[in-house]
């Protein structure tokens, strides 16, 4: 009882003692400085995640950037061809290149205009023991085109299918126009020897080498140095 504790000892009791707020002029400046304590600019921030990088996608293939379709051609270099029709020869060539000729359903003159132009520019031939030195002109070559959709095929199970191949009226023109292309890039119209177009075809030649190459239009990314 007043001022025991209840272990039987006796304390004097203390008076708590609130500390009374400054005066009136300090007040103002401790109420600034407890704002900017308390500021956004004083509190550390988390800072926020870095941004996920942005991924930047490779150029596709331009072969998957066609205009158009795609000129596909299969060259032999060859000793000596020919194509029979009914067992009449109807063309014939000494050395040069035998160039089988495959037109997509979508393809365009500017498809024609290169190939004409690479068929005749590339180095199939040798020089003096050292091979891929030549082109068909440097060394006098003919060259004989032949149709053939059947590089355009596709396969559905063991079946065979050529729609992607150019329709038999269209595909007839468009050779024609590779043909006139090809004599007018030689420069000797003669030199440019054909088959019979959608004819059956027996196709005769003597490979050098062998030599076979496979060219394209656009040219495939694997093709380009």
Known sequence: RGGRSWLGLSRPARKLTIPSLPSQPFR?????LLLALTSSHCIPQTPPPHPAPAIRLRHQPEVLRLRGGMVRCVVQRVKSASVSVGGEVVSKIGAGLCVLVGLNAEDTEEGLDWMAKKLLQMKFFGEEDKNW??????IGGEVLLVSQFTLYFRTKGSNLDFSKSMPPDAAREMYGKFVDKMKEEYGDPDKIKDGKFGAMMDVSLVNDGPVTMQVEWPEPPSQKK
Do not use: D
């Not at 103002?28 to 600034?32: A, I, R, S």
């Not at 030195?133 to 440097?138: A, D, E, M, S, T």
């Open 28 to 32: 103002l400046p401790l109420l600034f």
């Open 133 to 138: 030195r030549q082109n068909v002109k440097g």
